[in-house]
Nanobody, 119 residues
């Protein structure tokens, strides 16, 4: 079953940084738009960043200027560089793949990695 495996989460203080990694398994990432989503306790999932098959990037206002997503198709990997972390960034972060190109429909996803921002 195609899926993602995320890593890199952990506990970090407010203002700190983390780099999340995500490896696609069982499919060729080149054919999909790739995104990062997060789910905080008691809240709905939020799409925070998406890179289309052609390289176009879209980010949520909540992370713009602080988070940077990248994708390395040859390695079937995607990354999320998170800076200036806030307590409200605490969530489970997961990767998704969308064959249609805008990250609105999720064909494949991972179990996620926990990010906790706390002093």
């Amino acid at each position: 079953q195609p899926h993602f495996v995320e890593s890199g989460g952990g506990l970090v203080q407010p203002g700190g940084s983390l780099r999340l990694s995500c490896e696609a398994s069982g499919f060729n990432m080149t054919d999909f738009a790739i995104g990062w989503v997060r789910q905080a306790p008691g809240k709905d999932r939020e799409l925070i960043s998406c890179i289309s098959q052609k390289g176009g990037t879209d980010e949520a206002d909540s992370v713009k200027g602080r988070f940077t997503m990248s994708r390395h198709n040859a390695k079937n990997m995607t990354y999320l560089e998170m800076n200036s972390l806030k307590i409200e960034d605490t969530a489970v972060y997961s990767c998704i793949a969308d064959r249609w190109g805008n990250c609105a429909q999720w064909d494949y996803w991972g179990q996620g990695t926990q990010v906790t921002v706390s002093s």
